[in-house]
């Protein structure tokens, strides 16, 4: 069963677990089973997605119960009025706060304006050799994407080379090795933590958040590195 973090007749949420597909899709491939679907199962109602999350990311996915609202919040997000927080897991030590601004290619290779912003939480370096160095440095950080491009945080954080850890398209191979040979995990430590909007019909803020307890693959890692994610829990 999905975990419902917010219902009404007009909107509902879920925790997506890490490694739930949200939808059929061809740059994904097949799955057996779609968070789509399942929530249209568990419901016995259609549901309209509204955005969407990485398979590998977990957290806060919202859909519209119909056409009408998805419609309306859907306008919200393309306004950029929907607060969207994230927490990851990144290599190296990143600055206590920045704003990255880069211009990303969409599915269709069009270049598109990108904004994140992050802050980093916590710093953690452990006995674990890579390359010419004798430790490995990470960062926990919480970063709200302003804009919403397709694997934006992925490749944002690419870009200001302090990669998601587990990240195999936009992120460090070597070390994404190094994890699986020596702690044998291949998660990608990326949740949605948070969401907070306008309720589209009834004009009420909503703040929506979603436990880590869906992604134990990240609470792996997070363990590791002695990271405190307790307030996330």
Known sequence: ?????????????INKPSGLLVHKSYYAGPADEYAVEKLTNQIGQKVHLVHRLDRKTSGVLLFALDKETLKLISDQFMSRDVEKKYIAILRGWTKEEETIDYDLANENEVIQNAITYYRRLQTSEIDLPFRKHQTSRYSLVEAIPETGRFHQLRKHFKHILHPILGCRKHGCNKQNKLWLQTFNITAMPLHSHQLNFMHPITKENISINASLDVNPEFLEIAKILSFDVSKFI
């Open 1 to 13: 069963m999905l975990e419902i973090l917010y219902r009404d007749e007009y909107l509902i949420a």
